[in-house]
């Protein structure tokens, strides 16, 4: 596991321009529909109470959000997908910073981490999402969020299912994680880590 010694804010990017360029070592992307918890999630991951904003309302997330975890790593904080209540025009913008970024990074520039909701199982976005990003070359790892909010006895079988619904094999890992237990954080580090090496 990743001993963080440092973590803060770099930059917002609404549009290409404001993209940091890449560095040598590949920068990890979070992805994942509104509200499954990603702020939660690198707040955990990188040991910080509010490093990245959290929000119970979806759609918080607007820009692309840089951090800089121990003055070699980049975390990029990507907006949630899916939040039907922001307009036509805004989703737009959300697809076409999505394809600027997606396009500038993969597949040899970022680690893609999806994020899907353990409770839910995964939704038809998740499943489109997934299929666009490996169609640009990503090799995601895949994390189930609010893993405790699922009973353990229920846990392989709502694990299936989510493989099931966003098209994954049945022998593709999924991390399961809390930011509540904190549960999966050494896990997730150790595939980071390793998808990192890969690269």
Same mark, same amino acid.
């Given at each position: 596991?990743?001993?963080?010694?440092?973590? #803060?804010?770099? %930059?917002?990017?609404?549009?290409?321009?404001?993209?940091?360029?890449?560095? !040598? =070592?590949?920068?990890?992307?979070?992805?994942?529909? +509104?509200?499954? $918890?990603?702020?939660? /999630?690198?707040?955990?991951?990188?040991?910080?109470?509010?490093?990245?904003?959290?929000?119970?309302?979806? $759609? =918080?997330?607007?820009?692309?959000?840089?951090?800089?975890?121990?003055?070699?790593? &980049?975390?990029? *904080?990507?907006? @949630?997908?899916?939040?039907?209540?922001?307009?036509?025009?805004? =989703?737009?913008?959300?697809? %076409?910073?999505?394809?600027?970024?997606?396009?500038?990074?993969?597949?040899?520039?970022?680690?893609?981490?999806? /994020?899907?909701?353990?409770?839910?199982? @995964?939704?038809?976005?998740?499943?489109?999402?997934?299929?666009?990003?490996? +169609? /640009? $070359?990503?090799?995601?790892?895949?994390?189930?969020?609010?893993? *405790?909010?699922?009973?353990?006895?229920?846990?392989?079988?709502?694990? &299936? #299912?989510? &493989?099931?619904?966003? $098209?994954?094999?049945? #022998?593709?890992?999924?991390? @399961?994680?809390?930011?509540?237990?904190? !549960?999966?954080?050494? #896990?997730?580090?150790?595939?980071?880590?390793? =998808?990192? !090496? @890969?690269?």
């Amino acid at each position: 596991m990743e001993r963080i010694h440092s973590a #803060e804010f770099l %930059r917002s990017a609404t549009t290409a321009k404001d993209f940091l360029p890449p560095t !040598e =070592r590949p920068e990890v992307a979070f992805v994942g529909r +509104s509200n499954v $918890g990603k702020s939660s /999630l690198l707040n955990t991951l990188l040991r910080r109470k509010a490093l990245a904003r959290t929000s119970s309302t979806p $759609g =918080r997330t607007q820009a692309v959000n840089y951090f800089l975890v121990n003055d070699r790593l &980049r975390f990029v *904080d990507l907006p @949630g997908y899916g939040y039907a209540k922001i307009s036509r025009t805004d =989703r737009q913008k959300w697809a %076409r910073l999505m394809d600027d970024y997606f396009e500038s990074v993969l597949p040899h520039a970022a680690v893609v981490v999806i /994020l899907i909701d353990a409770k839910v199982r @995964g939704t038809d976005l998740d499943r489109q999402a997934n299929e666009y990003l490996v +169609s /640009l $070359g990503a090799n995601p790892i895949y994390v189930a969020t609010k893993i *405790d909010k699922v009973p353990r006895s229920q846990r392989v079988k709502a694990l &299936r #299912e989510l &493989r099931q619904r966003v $098209g994954l094999a049945a #022998e593709q890992p999924v991390v @399961g994680f809390s930011a509540t237990t904190q !549960e999966g954080v050494k #896990e997730l580090w150790r595939e980071i880590a390793a =998808r990192q !090496e @890969g690269h």
